[in-house]
């Protein structure tokens, strides 16, 4: 049997181990921006390198070519004897110990500043040793003569490392009669290099003092721009915790002033929130609303039973009563449950008829001659003069017909004398106005207030006599805003009421847009008309 060990320490849950996305994001950025000036203080050092290294070549070659341009007129091997003949007098009195400067320059056809052999071995950088075919040192102009190593080829370049660490070019080169070509000894030209050394070193140490200033500034940079970036996250992160905590929070997400996506995705999470939280009111008002409307049919349905089974279901006349009211009850809660269904669905027409586009002169024209037609002792005029038959608007064909029928029934319900109902329609710039007028009692100016609240009645009594349950122009109200139209009551006690609906009409390319939005919908997959359409038509008048 297995054991679960308990967990040690204060006994909460350990939580995921979570790296902060600022030192992701500050590493990552400063790293790149170190690797990128890395890689740029090397290809400069390199260059610097190359540049002064070239250089420091071609003093030697110069050295060595000036040496060799004495020598080639040698035809055998070279000797000390020999070697001095070929240096200028300057270069033998040089070596023999005299001073720099003739003293009687006059009478020197050669002096020293035009002795080139004498300019190049007077460099401190560089130390000449001239050898024979038997490695003997014929001549040198240092203390320690630079040594010959066997080489392939008739000269020779090579870059090492001394002791301390300082680089050093020797070049080796052999030379040659000039008429015979005959080998007659070898060159070899030390260059200590010393001011390439120096400014390589202090190329170094620039380019390390520069690497460690410019990481830090790029951890500094990086550091302060992510930290504006992610601010705002965090801010999302907090609020959404605590409506998480609590979904009936009122907190936002504060304006974050940035004119960037991330403000773009603040409001959106805001509007987001307000929509949640709508539709949990709507849930609670849902369930409000069915407990306090339900309880009294459930409460007379209950009451004429226990009439019946104490003593009523022995009186034939009680019997009779007793069910035509329990049946009267429960068809007036089914009414009551599909209109409340209805209103909830209309709270929620984006969501499932966010597409929808209608031409409401063809439903105008069905619906008013259907109403028409179950209503016989009624005169329900239609004019619609002023509507272009092309003109469409954004709503589900059957929520347009639901529109009507609430109204016209509405208007219907309340007559007086005058049993006529006017339906109008027409085209104002760009908006498509529809009309109801009736003739009937009329609605207070107080009453207009209150007529698209649930389950709100003028007059309860007379309103649960004609069948009304007050739900009837809230969900003609609700199906009217969703389709970001406009719903409004002019009314005169005792000569009628007026609704007005307006929504905007559809342009060419809006009918393109929502067509093309319809088809890739469908096309994936996605419900295009999700729900049924609303279907009570025994809405009642809220008056």
Not at 148 to 166: E, R, Y
Not at 301 to 313: Q, V
Request: aromatic fraction near 6%; charge should be neutral; hydrophobic fraction near 35%.
């Amino acid at each position: 049997m297995r054991t679960t060990m308990p967990n040690k320490g204060n006994g909460k849950k350990r939580g995921t181990r979570r790296v902060s996305l600022i030192v992701r994001w500050v590493s990552i950025v400063a790293l790149t921006i170190a690797v990128s000036f890395l890689v740029f203080c090397g290809v400069v050092f390199n260059t610097v390198k190359q540049e002064s290294l070239t250089q420091q070549k071609d003093v030697s070659n110069e050295v060595v070519t000036t040496l060799r341009k004495r020598l080639v007129g040698i035809d055998r091997e070279l000797e000390i004897t020999s070697v001095i003949q070929q240096l200028s007098p300057d270069t033998q009195r040089l070596l023999n110990g005299g001073p720099t400067i003739p003293n009687d320059q006059s009478s020197n056809k050669s002096s020293v500043f035009s002795d080139s052999v004498l300019t190049t071995i007077t460099n401190p950088d560089v130390t000449v040793a001239i050898y024979n075919l038997r490695d003997e040192i014929v001549f040198h102009n240092g203390d320690t003569a630079p040594k010959l190593v066997k080489f392939s080829g008739s000269k020779k370049t090579v870059v090492k490392d001394d002791k301390k660490g300082q680089s050093v070019l020797y070049v080796y080169q052999e030379v040659r009669n000039r008429t015979s070509g005959k080998l007659t000894g070898y060159i070899v030209v030390k260059n200590v290099m010393t001011s390439y050394n120096r400014l390589i070193h202090r190329t170094v140490r620039v380019m390390a003092w520069l690497s460690c200033l410019g990481i830090l500034a790029a951890i500094i940079v990086s550091y302060v721009v992510v930290r504006n970036v992610v601010k705002p996250i965090k801010i999302m992160s907090k609020v959404a915790r605590e409506v998480n905590e609590d979904p009936n929070s009122s907190v936002r997400i504060p304006e974050l002033h940035r004119n960037d996506e991330l403000e773009e995705l603040g409001l959106s999470f805001n509007r987001m929130l307000d929509r949640m939280q709508k539709y949990i009111e709507q849930q609670k008002q849902f369930v409000s609303d069915v407990s306090h409307e339900l309880r009294t049919p459930v409460a007379v349905i209950e009451g004429h039973l226990s009439m019946l089974k104490r003593w009523g279901k022995d009186d034939p006349q009680i019997l009779e009563e007793s069910i035509d009211a329990s049946i009267s009850e429960a068809e007036r809660m089914k009414h009551l449950i599909q209109e409340m269904l209805d209103l909830t669905r209309a709270e929620q027409i984006s969501v499932h008829y966010p597409n929808a586009i209608t031409e409401p002169m063809e439903v105008l024209t069905r619906v008013v001659g259907d109403m028409a037609m179950v209503h016989p002792d009624f005169e329900i005029h239609l004019e619609v003069s002023d509507l272009d038959p092309e003109t469409k608007i954004q709503i589900y064909q059957g929520h347009l017909e639901q529109l009507l029928i609430i109204l016209i029934d509405n208007g219907i319900k309340y007559s007086t004398d005058r049993k006529e109902i006017t339906v109008s329609a027409g085209q104002a710039g760009s908006e498509c106005q529809i009309v109801v007028q009736d003739y009937g009692e009329g609605i207070s100016d107080e009453d207009k207030k209150k007529i698209f609240n649930r389950f709100y009645r003028v007059d309860k009594a007379r309103t649960r006599e004609k069948g009304g349950n007050g739900l009837g122009l809230s969900i003609a109200q609700k199906l009217v805003e969703s389709y970001h139209g406009k719903i409004s009551v002019e009314s005169v006690l005792g000569q009628g009421s007026q609704f007005r609906i307006t929504f905007p009409v559809l342009s060419e390319s809006d009918v393109k847009r929502l067509k093309a939005r319809q088809a890739a919908q469908e096309a994936t997959g996605g419900q295009g008309n999700a729900l049924p359409g609303l279907q009570s038509q025994d809405a009642g008048k809220q008056e």
